[in-house]
């Protein structure tokens, strides 16, 4: 592998440590909260964390890329990070404060009748991540990983910690422990899943703390016509964003809203907490993401660029298709980290789910040739045909088939995204992608676990030792055909 390839390898690692440590202990926390909490209950935090992602693109309106690409195009890159910060500054403290004047209507319309506080608290929680997302994309665009990598990790420290403190030790300390005293200071039983937006609030607030070193320590200028320039390219992005969101999120706001409501969040716990035991594709994904991204940019001039583009696909695929196969090979032992039989009942959404997000991380990695060639409005059509079949089939399927519903449409959704954008990038940024072994690679763990559904031998065991031998047998096989290349890895 090329030297670049190296870089972006190294970069995804730190990157992907906090990342996929985060995830790994956010999975973890699944059954805290599935075991501790009803589905009902639980299907309000998949609610609300279902309005934060959808809100968190809104609040931050592509300035993340906007950043990367008029850093690269601008003398003054001070200038493009100051002016960026600023205008996230003003947009998330007017948001927080125009949600603090409304949170009781708002918990109202979105079925939180009764806790205007949660909303008030995420109101909180996404001004400072949105504000903090600047910090962040420049410490991503100085190559900076370690430090993002701290500043995320103890982020994730603080919110696990402080889940285990409430949930698990201040919930169930004994009346008779000399700590009762310190923990009726700090816990009230009648909060319950509030901890967990409580934890998030702390954390948030924590990690813009940590940033403070590149907030403040900064000459701030505020350049009007460049602003604008950004907010021009930033915008299609943004369009894109919250369509993608749509695509990402808005099964679990209908499943609140077009199922009785004795049942939608019940439902919405259920299709949550089975979403959770596809997050070992997400993570590999969001990690790519955070160092492909800039990576993409800073080699965009380079001869071999498209050549470079075309081998990361492969790779990507490769890994991608061994995520799939090992989580649905081992999904017998897996699907308790859902939580309590009831939770169980949804695990047959997996396998969709997880084929849904191996086709969105393609349709990422394809992505940059409208990012690179300027042209992100056609990354907003993209996203919107995408809202448009997420829309359309959930609204159809919910009141017939529940979650399940759900999930089929964003396996669709964002295997015709994947499709649309490959037939369009060849017309405006050809990138010759291996088309033979990365379909036979998908095809592959497809059919491997398709044949594992057919081993039945009466021992859970046994079972478990034929899956893996697949698995096994894909591993070898993916190695003999790419021999070659990783050796280039050295």
């Not at 299709?271 to 955070?290: D, N, P």
């Not at 492909?292 to 790779?315: G, L, N, V, W």
């Amino acid at each position: 592998m090329s030297n670049p390839l190296k870089k972006l390898a190294s970069q995804t690692a730190i990157y992907g440590l906090p990342t996929i440590i985060g995830r790994l202990l956010s999975y973890l926390l699944t059954p805290l909260y599935t075991y501790n909490f009803s589905t009902g209950e639980y299907g309000v935090v998949t609610s609300a964390y279902a309005y934060v992602s959808f809100l968190l693109v809104l609040l931050t309106y592509g300035m993340e890329t906007a950043l990367f690409r008029f850093s690269q195009s601008e003398p003054d890159k001070q200038k493009v990070y100051t002016t960026s910060l600023i205008s996230l500054f003003f947009s998330s403290t007017s948001f927080i404060l125009l949600v603090f004047i409304f949170a009781t209507p708002i918990a109202g319309s979105i079925r939180f009748t009764g806790h205007p506080e949660y909303v008030i608290w995420f109101a909180i929680i996404l001004g400072t991540d949105a504000f903090a997302a600047v910090p962040f994309a420049k410490l991503r665009e100085q190559g900076k990983a370690k430090r993002f990598a701290f500043v995320k990790t103890v982020n994730i420290c603080v919110y696990v910690g402080l889940n285990l403190f409430f949930i698990l030790f201040c919930r169930n300390v004994s009346p008779d422990s000399f700590l009762k005293p310190f923990v009726d200071l700090v816990y009230n039983p009648k909060i319950g899943i509030g901890y967990i937006f409580i934890s998030n609030l702390i954390a948030s607030i924590v990690t813009l703390v940590l940033l403070s070193p590149e907030i403040l320590k900064v000459r701030y200028v505020f350049d009007s016509p460049l602003w604008k320039k950004m907010m021009r390219y930033a915008l299609p992005l943004l369009i894109a964003g919250l369509a993608g969101m749509v695509n990402e999120t808005l099964d679990r706001i209908l499943l609140t809203h077009m199922l009785p409501e004795k049942e939608a969040m019940s439902q919405t716990g259920i299709y949550g907490a089975c979403y959770k035991v596809s997050i070992i594709m997400t993570i590999f994904i969001q990690t790519f993401r955070f160092a492909a991204e800039p990576f993409f940019f800073s080699h965009s001039t380079e001869k071999d660029a498209t050549k470079t583009y075309a081998d990361i696909m492969k790779y990507f695929v490769i890994v991608c298709s061994l995520i799939f196969l090992g989580t649905m090979l081992n999904i017998h032992w897996i699907q308790y980290f859902a939580g309590s039989a009831a939770f169980r009942t949804g695990i047959s959404v997996v396998p969709i789910l997880l084929m849904a997000n191996f086709c969105l991380g393609i349709y990422y990695n394809q992505s940059i040739w409208y990012k690179l060639t300027g042209q992100t409005h056609y990354g907003a059509l993209l996203a919107i045909f995408g809202a448009v079949i997420t829309i359309v089939l959930n609204i159809y399927w919910i009141p017939r088939i529940g979650y399940m519903g759900c999930a089929w449409a964003t396996l669709i959704c964002y295997a015709s995204m994947m499709v649309a954008s490959y037939f369009m990038g060849n017309k405006h940024y050809p990138v010759n992608y291996d088309l033979k072994r990365i379909l036979g690679y998908m095809g592959l763990s497809v059919t491997l676990y398709g044949l594992s559904t057919f081993i039945h031998t009466g021992s859970a065991g046994l079972n478990l030792v034929l899956n893996n031998l697949l698995l096994l047998g894909f591993i070898a096989l993916v190695l003999k055909i790419e021999v070659k290349n990783f050796r280039k890895l050295t």
